[in-house]
């Protein structure tokens, strides 16, 4: 118990320090926001930081959406390509990085599966099974360990309708009217579970807006 | 197509599963609803998120490829703005992105009673090192619960001395019920937990106080995680200015587990 405090001031700085069993925190890591500016300017090695940084998410998504492994690591080598190109046409006020990257990724991954796809019929059922897949294949490594952590937490505490919608639309990449006729509901149902279920999500991960 | 649909349309396209053929009335749409292009711009946020569910260590040779295409890749200019009233100038090829300085967080939308935590697991391992360093030397400064005992004695408790000092101040919880009282002069918090749902019985409340992003344990909530009103007091440190409720597995974690489900800031 230490003394009680009292109004001279704040207790020690000495009370801080970690202990010595715990590691030192890493040195501050750079923004990806920032990583963005410094790429817009040519340096490769921001570039590279930012590889590095969303390798595993951008080629995970890309894989959950194309499901080729060659196919996803194609499409993968496209988004950071143009991330590199086009890294002065982000504006930091209109978003994260995250947002912008992740968002180019699945943009990119549709795509290949529309035009790939038009004869391919690909299997609903397969679709949904991978809904709980690949967790424990995933890295730990990954820089947003965390994160993901809370996702599939908050996943978790959609309906199972709100669930199956999000899951179909985003993972599986279908727009909403494929995901209505799929699940045989109505069109403006389909939005508005997308939505309902959008708003829970962003709730439960604190996502400021 | 109703407005009421189009207000609908949001989680669709944040999502990607809205088709061209819609998007671009949902687009116009945008331009003259504030809210929803609010909400379009934090379910974006959101989504993103989603990735990391789905994260995979891609194989060695994308790396390599695509450090060997940039390599040869000239990059897209800036988009250029043209000042209003002013010639317009040739593009500078060097400039950087429009937002140059990225905006400090928290953003200036934020109300000023939001504390932003979303960064909080942007870096796990620092997180971790220091909620654990955190709760260990934090373990011996927790004080009783306040039996409002109001009386004189000389000899302050912590909780005493927060009732009763002259620079207390009260915030209420950005969202939820209950109150806190800071003394900075006490260097101690007391906080009223009420109206938090009781917990399954592998669950705990945990309450932790915040340096900006750099969360620190301050107790599990043993009361309030069985639906019942909690109230405790706390000892502060230097730079801390929020408490924060998650939560987390009985007995509580070093570092916490979103989602943040009450925070309130320390002061007005």
């Not at chain 1, 949904?128 to 890295?139: H, I, L, P, Y």
């Not at chain 2, 891609?58 to 010639?87: D, E, G, K």
Request: negative net charge; contains cysteine.
């Amino acid at each position: 118990m230490p003394p009680p405090p009292d109004s001279s001031g704040p207790p020690p700085q000495a009370a801080r320090r970690p202990l010595s069993a715990v590691p030192d925190a890493p040195p501050e890591q750079v923004r990806p926001e920032e990583l963005m500016r410094l790429t817009a300017l040519g340096q490769e090695a921001a570039f590279e930081k930012l590889y590095d940084a969303f390798a595993a998410r951008v080629f995970g998504l890309a894989r959950r959406i194309v499901r080729d492994p060659s196919q996803a690591e194609e499409v993968a080598q496209e988004v950071f390509l143009e991330i590199w190109r086009r890294a002065s046409r982000f504006d930091a006020g209109k978003g994260s990085a995250t947002s912008w990257i992740m968002t180019l990724t699945h943009a990119r991954s549709v795509d290949r599966v529309r035009s790939a796809q038009a004869a391919t019929d690909r299997d609903l059922k397969v679709a949904q099974a991978s809904t709980e897949r690949d967790v424990d294949s995933v890295v730990e490594a990954v820089e947003s360990a965390f994160e993901r952590k809370a996702v599939q937490r908050c996943l978790g505490t959609l309906t199972e309708l709100q669930r199956e919608s999000i899951t179909l639309a985003y993972y599986s990449g279908y727009t909403y009217r494929e995901v209505a006729e799929l699940l045989t509901a109505p069109l403006p149902t389909i939005k508005t579970r997308l939505r309902d279920g959008l708003i829970r999500l962003r709730d439960c991960l604190g996502v400021a807006t | 197509m109703s407005t009421a649909d189009l207000h609908l349309d949001t989680g669709a396209m944040a999502l990607g599963a809205l088709p061209d053929d819609e998007s671009e009335a949902v687009q116009a749409h945008l331009q003259t609803c504030e809210s929803c292009s609010a909400e379009l711009a934090g379910f974006r946020e959101t989504v993103a998120m989603l990735a990391a569910v789905s994260a995979e260590v891609p194989p060695t040779s994308l790396r390599r490829a695509v450090m060997a295409r940039i390599a040869v890749t000239p990059q897209l200019p800036p988009l250029m703005v043209p000042p209003v009233s002013q010639p317009e100038r040739p593009a500078d090829l060097t400039a950087p992105a429009a937002p140059a300085e990225a905006p400090a967080e928290p953003p200036a939308d934020l109300p000023d009673n939001v504390v932003p935590l979303r960064r909080w697991y942007r870096r796990p391992g620092a997180l971790v090192a220091a909620a654990v360093a955190a709760l260990v030397l934090g373990a011996g400064a927790v004080f009783g619960i306040n039996q409002a005992n109001q009386s004189n004695e000389v000899a302050q408790t912590p909780e005493q001395c927060v009732a009763q000092a002259a620079d207390k101040q009260t915030t209420s919880p950005v969202d939820g019920q209950g109150s806190v009282v800071y003394a900075p002069s006490c260097a101690a918090v007391t906080i009223d937990v009420t109206g938090l749902p009781d917990l399954p019985d592998d669950q705990t409340y945990q309450l932790w106080a915040l340096a900006g992003e750099q969360p620190r344990s301050l107790d599990v909530l043993p009361d309030a995680s069985a639906g019942q009103p909690q109230l405790v007091t706390k000892s502060t440190q230097p730079g801390e200015n929020a408490v924060a409720i998650t939560v987390e597995p009985a007995g509580g974690s070093a570092a916490p587990t979103l989602p943040i489900i009450w925070q309130a800031k320390l002061g007005a």
